[in-house]
């Protein structure tokens, strides 16, 4: 474990003038700005409760699933190539390191940046409803909710990590998969089909698009809802999944596509 | 316990149906500077990446401090400093930065280690210029550096002298001198360039198609690379002959119609040309000629010299 968090703090040493990472963590206020600025729904809004509502759900499902799954997707593969593309792998084998404790190294990085990436979108939209005027009435509940949803993103960017990984290719490349990866899952991460399927064995509960939407759009306000929203939310909510439910899913499909990346990661020549 | 700091047994190393290294067993001992010195592909740099684990051999073992370097190597890796290729570093940091995230991987807490590193091979501590704006040279001196920060008992160096300008060059072959001089430290140094391994290394051990041709100290080299007579004479076969009859010299050799070669020590010039000429056999030439590193090279090899 010691070496491991010895491995992340040079992971982060390494970050250094890298502009692709504070680019995508710059992005991360994007939504929310955009949102603020130009989006009519925000002049409408006639309370800090449904600001923060309207915010927030903005952040969950634009942010998370068009942004922050791409970015760390294409993270990822800068992360895990530049060893690779910089012949560094036998410098760092003869300490030595092991290639799977770099691999793991290099995903907790990126399970950081999830978090820290929708902690600032959350906290960039808590100054622009302070900065409104409105009172942030339920902020910090969906301030973390968030958060859990940065983790599921990261969760569910693994598996295309490991094709990029296992692809071995150029970035052009990877970014193509990323951006496939990111549309379908966002699709499928709106699609009736998979978001009206039990908890158990299948795509609604193992994809992550899906998943996420069933674990956090429960804990948005539906007291007054409009007629759409009342319509989705009857649909949807025998669907939810608890949050132990939720993050069994995140914890297992984790340990699997994190042990498979290490050991992919493993057989690269050094 | 072994008299040697690196031993390999018959080390092959095969990609695919062609063999890289061949039953390779080489000897490098303590305190000592062993130069490997074979031709470009030679089989030089595989046999120090499986020194250091970063390829996995075909066969054969490696022993380094005595033990086997399989399932030992978080013992053994830490005790050497290495130089393998091209120097590989992040582009987007400085040579300092570089070298911190080494030294912490390395449980290097004092900033003098670095710092000293740098200091050694005449690079500047806490310059803003990152690697990928470094020279050749400065590359190379920062893959020195890193190699040495550490202060490891034994250093393996792959062609540690490429892209130095000479006076680099000469200040990099005093430092490893003085590694092994006074620090006691043992060195692995592979070269293509016979005059460095002459200059700095006092066991040679020469490669060619990954078969280890020769292994042996540079005094004993020296005292094989014996002297030799070549005599141009009206009739070759027949001074050979005279020379085996009357002198008792049995390795003579006939080069063409008017050329021999007598490597023996033993022969006393002055005696063979009088007994020539007095057979009859006209002497238009007598020469004494000593072997340089590099004809001893080209005949182990067979081929064609090096640089």
């Given at each position: 474990m010691r070496a491991l968090l010895k491995l992340l703090r040079c992971e982060f040493a390494k970050l250094r003038r890298k502009p692709l990472f504070f680019a995508s963590a710059a992005i991360s206020a994007l939504i929310p700005l955009g949102c603020a600025l130009f989006l009519p729904d925000f002049h409408a809004f006639t309370s800090g409760a449904e600001a923060v509502e309207g915010m927030m759900s903005t952040l969950f499902q634009m942010s998370a699933y068009l942004l922050l799954m791409p970015a760390l997707v294409v993270l990822a593969a800068n992360l895990l190539f530049e060893e690779q593309d910089n012949d560094i792998l036998k410098n760092l084998m003869a300490v030595p390191v092991s290639k799977p404790a770099l691999a793991l190294a290099k995903m907790a990085l990126l399970f950081l940046f999830a978090i820290a990436?929708?902690?600032?979108?959350?906290?960039?939209?808590?100054?622009?409803?302070?900065?409104?005027?409105?009172?942030?009435?339920?902020?910090?509940?969906?301030?973390?909710?968030?958060?859990?949803?940065g983790v599921m993103m990261w969760a569910g960017a693994l598996p295309c990590v490991l094709i990029v990984v296992l692809l071995n290719r150029s970035y052009i490349v990877s970014v193509i998969i990323t951006f496939f990866y990111t549309a379908v899952n966002y699709i499928f991460g709106t699609s009736d089909f998979f978001i009206t399927q039990p908890f158990g064995f299948n795509p609604g509960t193992l994809l992550p698009g899906p998943l996420a939407f069933r674990w956090f759009f429960q804990y948005l306000d539906a007291s007054e809802p409009g007629a759409q929203?009342?319509?989705?939310?009857?649909?949807?909510?025998?669907?939810?999944?608890?949050?132990?439910?939720?993050?069994?899913?995140?914890?297992?499909?984790?340990?699997?596509?994190?042990?498979?990346?290490?050991?992919?990661?493993?057989?690269?020549?050094? | 316990m072994s008299d040697y700091v690196i031993e390999t047994r018959g080390l092959t190393k095969r990609f695919g149906a062609q063999n890289s290294v061949s039953d390779l067993s080489i000897h490098v001992r303590k305190g000592r500077i062993y130069g490997l010195l074979g031709r470009n592909g030679a089989g030089k740099t595989t046999t120090m990446r499986m020194l250091l684990g970063l390829t996995a051999p075909s066969s054969g073992e490696v022993r380094i401090f005595g033990r086997p370097l399989r399932g030992n190597e978080k013992r053994i890796l830490p005790r050497i400093g290495s130089l393998i290729e091209s120097p590989g570093f992040y582009p987007n940091l400085t040579g300092t930065e570089n070298l911190r995230i080494f030294a912490e991987l390395r449980g290097l807490k004092d900033p003098e280690y670095v710092k000293t590193a740098l200091e050694v091979v005449n690079l500047p501590y806490r310059d803003k210029k990152l690697f990928s704006q470094y020279s050749l040279g400065m590359k190379q001196r920062l893959a020195i550096a890193l190699a040495v920060m550490h202060n490891p008992e034994l250093l393996i160096l792959d062609e540690p002298i490429n892209g130095l300008d000479p006076i680099g060059i000469a200040e990099v072959r005093d430092f490893i001198r003085a590694l092994c001089d006074t620090s006691g430290k043992t060195i692995l140094i592979s070269s293509h360039i016979l005059s460095e391994i002459s200059l700095l290394a006092d066991d040679i051990g020469i490669i060619d198609h990954g078969v280890l041709l020769e292994e042996e100290s540079l005094a004993e080299l020296e005292a094989k690379n014996g002297k030799y007579y070549r005599f141009i004479v009206s009739s070759a076969p027949q001074a050979a002959d005279l020379l085996r009859d009357k002198l008792g010299i049995r390795n003579a050799q006939v080069n063409?119609?008017?050329?021999?070669?007598?490597?023996?020590?033993?022969?006393?010039?002055?005696?063979?040309?009088?007994?020539?000429?007095?057979?009859?056999?006209?002497?238009?030439?007598?020469?004494?000629?000593?072997?340089?590193?590099?004809?001893?090279?080209?005949?182990?090899?067979g081929g064609e010299g090096i640089a």
């Open positions: 990436f929708m902690a600032a979108g959350g906290l960039v939209n808590l100054v622009i409803v302070l900065a409104a005027g409105w009172e942030p009435d339920g902020f910090w509940r969906l301030f973390f909710v968030g958060i859990g949803q929203m009342a319509a989705l939310w009857e649909r949807i909510s025998p669907y939810f999944v608890t949050t132990p439910q939720a993050f069994l899913v995140v914890v297992m499909e984790s340990a699997v596509f994190l042990t498979l990346i290490a050991l992919v990661y493993k057989r690269r020549n050094g | 063409h119609t008017h050329e021999l070669t007598v490597r023996d020590a033993r022969l006393d010039a002055g005696a063979a040309v009088r007994l020539l000429v007095e057979a009859g056999v006209a002497v238009s030439d007598a020469h004494l000629y000593e072997d340089t590193l590099e004809d001893y090279f080209k005949e182990v090899t």
